[in-house]
């Protein structure tokens, strides 16, 4: 009896999980990340977040930064194919990392601080 009510209750659980992630990823849009000077972390922040959530699409916006973060930047677009841009459209899904460096931004978890502009 306990089993059918445990196995129903994480059933309920994990459909709940897959239909607010796939109802986020069709109706957010692309996420756009905000950065600002974080060369030296960025890529892997990037990297770990295409990784974790794959079907998103990622914008890497580059709001005036002063170090070599725009070069990171148009080398992830390169090879990566991801959109860069030097300002937010605020459509959707913002999620701003500035001031995040070392294991906080590269562990940062993106879709639990994200927040919509809708």
Not at 76 to 103: H, M, W
Request: glycine share 8%.
């Amino acid at each position: 009896m306990w089993a059918y009510v445990i196995g129903g209750a994480f059933l309920c659980w994990l459909l709940w999980v897959v239909a607010v992630h796939f109802y986020f990823v069709r109706t957010a849009g692309p996420v756009e990340v905000l950065v600002q000077d974080q060369a030296d972390w960025v890529e892997g922040f990037v990297r770990t977040a295409a990784a974790a959530n794959p079907g998103v699409e990622l914008v890497l916006v580059d709001t005036g930064s002063r170090d070599e973060t725009a070069q990171v930047l148009a080398r992830l677009a390169y090879r990566c194919g991801f959109q860069v841009k030097n300002e937010p459209s605020y459509q959707g899904v913002i999620f701003d990392a500035r001031g995040l460096t070392g294991s906080k931004l590269i562990k940062a978890p993106l879709f639990s601080q994200i927040s919509t502009t809708r």
